[in-house]
């Protein structure tokens, strides 16, 4: 198994420019989710999904938008980049349809920069 | 709404020391409890977890972390650290919520 890969690795933007951060897991989890971790403010969760078609909004989803048509797939899409999203992202998956008990598996993160 | 302190935000020790890392957390609701560990340039993987039984949870890499519900409290603690334990570590709660909150992290610097 591969886990949760993201991609890409790094990411270099302009203010306004929209792009999508993938994700994906081979693991058949019904749960994932979007994290952006910035210094002094551990991990804030952006949205998640518990199943293919079933999206529901985090602590800061401003700025983003998601869907999950499969149950492998969950891209972050920025529709217009801004400096405060320079951030580094992380997709995380999990087996239960509620991550409140099980334990999350992670990707190796995304690293923004918007300028 | 549930939430997490981590009340240090550094802390070095010496190799082969003792370590304890702190946690707090509050929620409304019954908790699940969580530490993460975060090697540079990684993604988070999990350490341990309690969900529920005794109050204290052994983990991978030597660690445990005790549950206090009277304190409110899930430490994270290791005997005798290794250089290979310098890392950032997240504590995290759940609870009633198909959500996970995060702390902001603890970086453990351990000095050769």
Same mark, same amino acid.
């Given at each position: 198994?591969?886990? +949760?890969?993201?991609?890409?690795?790094?990411?270099?933007?302009?203010?306004?420019?929209?792009?999508?951060?993938?994700?994906?897991?081979?693991?058949?989890?019904?749960?994932?989710?979007?994290? !952006?971790?910035? $210094?002094?403010?551990?991990?804030?969760?952006?949205h998640y999904?518990?199943?293919?078609?079933?999206?529901?909004?985090?602590?800061?989803?401003?700025?983003?938008?998601?869907?999950?048509?499969?149950?492998?797939?969950?891209?972050? !899409?920025?529709?217009?980049?801004? $400096?405060?999203?320079?951030?580094?992202?992380?997709?995380?998956?999990? $087996?239960?349809?509620?991550?409140?008990?099980?334990?999350?598996?992670?990707?190796? @993160?995304? !690293?923004?920069?918007?300028? | 709404?549930?939430?997490?302190?981590q009340l240090?935000?550094?802390?070095?020790?010496?190799?082969?020391?003792?370590?304890?890392?702190?946690?707090?957390?509050?929620?409304?609701?019954? +908790?699940?409890?969580?530490?993460y560990v975060?090697?540079?340039?990684? @993604?988070?993987?999990?350490?341990?977890?309690?969900?529920?039984?005794?109050?204290? +949870?052994?983990?991978?890499?030597?660690?445990?972390?005790?549950?206090?519900?009277?304190?409110?409290?899930?430490?994270?603690?290791? $005997?005798?650290?290794?250089?290979?334990?310098?890392?950032?570590?997240?504590?995290?709660?759940?609870? @009633?919520?198909?959500?996970?909150?995060?702390?902001?992290?603890?970086?453990?610097?351990?000095?050769?």
């Open positions: 198994n591969a886990g +949760v890969t993201q991609t890409p690795k790094f990411q270099v933007l302009k203010t306004g420019q929209s792009m999508t951060l993938q994700c994906a897991q081979d693991m058949n989890h019904e749960y994932m989710s979007w994290y !952006r971790q910035d $210094p002094g403010m551990g991990l804030r969760l952006i999904s518990v199943g293919a078609g079933i999206t529901d909004q985090g602590e800061v989803p401003n700025g983003y938008n998601v869907s999950r048509s499969t149950t492998e797939d969950f891209p972050l !899409r920025l529709l217009s980049a801004a $400096p405060s999203q320079t951030s580094v992202y992380f997709c995380a998956s999990s $087996p239960g349809l509620a991550a409140i008990q099980e334990t999350q598996y992670f990707g190796p @993160g995304t !690293r923004l920069l918007v300028l | 709404a549930q939430s997490v302190t240090d935000s550094q802390v070095p020790v010496f190799e082969e020391a003792p370590v304890e890392l702190r946690c707090n957390y509050s929620s409304s609701v019954s +908790v699940y409890l969580f530490w975060q090697y540079p340039n990684q @993604g988070l993987q999990l350490l341990l977890k309690y969900l529920s039984g005794s109050t204290l +949870v052994k983990g991978i890499n030597g660690f445990e972390a005790e549950f206090n519900k009277s304190q409110t409290s899930f430490h994270l603690r290791k $005997p005798s650290v290794h250089i290979s334990d310098t890392a950032e570590y997240f504590c995290a709660v759940s609870g @009633g919520y198909q959500k996970v909150t995060f702390g902001i992290g603890t970086k453990l610097q351990v000095i050769p």
